[in-house]
């Protein structure tokens, strides 16, 4: 198995990458879905069937629908930006709600005090509340970027070469299966682990500055 170490590597390169760009691109745009959520009227109903749709079907099944159904229509979509949206729009919809769970967790007070200083709206929300929400939700998201890079693997079925893909051509060639696997696992859990540990580190560098 050692001499297909490289290319084991060289995918958890890329499933490192796309994970970690899918949750940067569906960062702003999950805080843009809760900021719709709770305006509540029509874009309020738009956010929430937004999150209905992609926290209630399988992201297989989303990755294959933004795979296909582009080329039927004449639009050139590739593996990879197929993976990658559909990564980053399935990351939003639990990021809104996670958003939203820390908007709602905070004091009433908060919103007030910032108001009475004479702050509009988007002032309130980008100077005041969301550096409190981000703080109170990391671990959350943090859940949240380890689910993502892990369901990752699903990439592979559209074609993508990530490190399951890599895993399953190395064993096409070494008919070693066991070993492949365990050496795919083990990458996926360093990955996780280092994933984890920044965002832990991340939760007491905020802890020691909110102080």
Not at 18 to 38: E, F, Q, Y
Not at 66 to 90: C, W
Not at 149 to 158: E, M, T, Y
Request: hydrophobic residues 55%; charged residues 10%; glycine residues 10%.
């Amino acid at each position: 198995m050692l001499p297909h170490l490289g290319r084991l590597v060289q995918g958890a390169g890329i499933t490192a990458a796309v994970s970690l760009a899918a949750i940067l691109i569906g960062a702003p745009l999950g805080m843009g879905v809760c900021a719709l959520r709770r305006q509540g009227g029509i874009p309020g109903w738009l956010a929430r069937g937004y999150i209905s749709l992609f926290r209630g079907t399988p992201l297989l099944v989303q990755l294959l629908v933004l795979f296909y159904v582009p080329g039927a229509v004449g639009i050139s979509m590739t593996p990879l930006s197929a993976a990658l949206l559909g990564l980053a729009l399935n990351t939003a919809s639990f990021q809104a709600e996670i958003y939203r769970a820390g908007f709602e967790a905070l004091p009433r007070g908060q919103a007030e005090a910032a108001r009475a200083l004479g702050l509009g709206a988007w002032q309130r929300t980008l100077l005041v509340l969301l550096p409190q929400v981000v703080r109170l939700v990391l671990p959350n998201l943090t859940s949240e970027a380890v689910d993502i890079l892990k369901n990752s693997a699903l990439v592979s079925v559209i074609a993508v070469t990530d490190l399951l893909r890599i895993g399953q051509q190395v064993t096409a060639v070494t008919y070693r299966p066991l070993e492949a696997y365990l050496a795919v696992a083990a990458l996926y859990w360093i990955l996780t682990s280092a994933l984890g540990l920044a965002g832990h580190a991340a939760e007491r560098r905020l802890a020691v500055a909110s102080r």
